[in-house]
């Protein structure tokens, strides 16, 4: 069996981190699954706010493909130069993009993966617009269970609807809000410790400097969102009456 890690490697060197895509080919890659939860990593490539590209949020496209690969959810992940920022525009392609595969494929929760800078006191922040977007016990016991906990220490500690609860900005349409409002599905945003997902920093990265991150948490990490897919696919949620299959954002 492949090692975690160097399929997490393999999987990141498809990413063209501040390549636009060929003429005619989409700045995201869907990877069909089988069951209904869908992964997705917004700013896997450099993206674009405002008129200035923003940088990669490395290793986190990569952990999507990996995921979905051991669990069997559908992955959806950046994976060349955005002309927009999928977490922020409301009309970006890959929200027009989500939307569609949320409705073909009756997806019933959106995990929104993006990356946290090395130095942040937190090994995960998760985000459930405090609660809005889904109750956040299941994620927090799943990722207890695995050595994770809000009075643990940096890489392990969790920062629940804190630092970044997934509401966004002010004129920002979070991946997250705009699954729980628009599409009325569950979903939760997880900011994931450069710790805990780059195994080695590639040299295209924008971040120059070398850097390496701790091999047994990434594999931990792995193991607990993995672990995290299975449950709340087995989850049966409650939605809002009258929202059946998530509807199509307006136009």
């Known amino acids: 069996m492949t090692d975690w890690l160097d399929r997490l490697v393999e999987l ?8 636009p895509p060929p003429p005619g080919e989409p700045e995201f890659y869907h990877r069909t699954g089988r069951r ?33 690969e051991l669990t069997g959810a559908h992955a959806l992940a950046a994976v060349a130069l955005s002309s927009t920022d999928p977490n922020w525009a409301a009309d970006a392609p890959y929200k027009f993009r989500l939307a ?19 130095y942040r006191d937190f090994g995960i922040a998760i985000g459930t617009l405090h609660g809005r977007s889904c109750p956040p016990g299941v994620i927090l016991q799943v990722l207890h269970g695995h050595g994770f906990g809000e009075e643990a220490t940096w890489l392990s500690r969790l920062d629940v609807d804190e630092t970044f609860p997934g509401t966004g900005a002010d004129g920002q349409e979070t991946i997250t809000r705009f699954c729980a409002e628009t599409l009325h599905v569950k979903a939760a945003q997880l900011e994931v410790n450069a710790y805990l997902r780059v195994v080695r920093r590639r040299p295209l990265a924008a971040e120059r400097n ?14 607990a969102l993995a672990d995290l897919v299975e449950q709340l696919i087995r989850t049966r949620w409650s939605f809002p009456p009258g929202t059946g299959i998530p509807r199509q954002p307006p136009a």
């Open 12 to 19: 990141e060197t498809e990413i063209n981190y501040r390549t």
């Open 36 to 68: 209904p939860l869908l992964i997705s990593a917004p700013h896997g490539a450099a993206h674009t706010r405002a008129g200035r590209i923003k940088d990669e949020e490395d290793y986190t496209a990569g952990m999507a493909f990996l995921l979905a």
């Open 100 to 118: 569609e595969l949320v409705r073909r494929h009756r997806i019933r929760f959106v995990l929104d993966l993006h990356g946290a800078a090395a």
């Open 210 to 223: 070398p850097f390496d991150g701790e091999p047994e948490h990434i594999r931990r990490t792995v193991a």
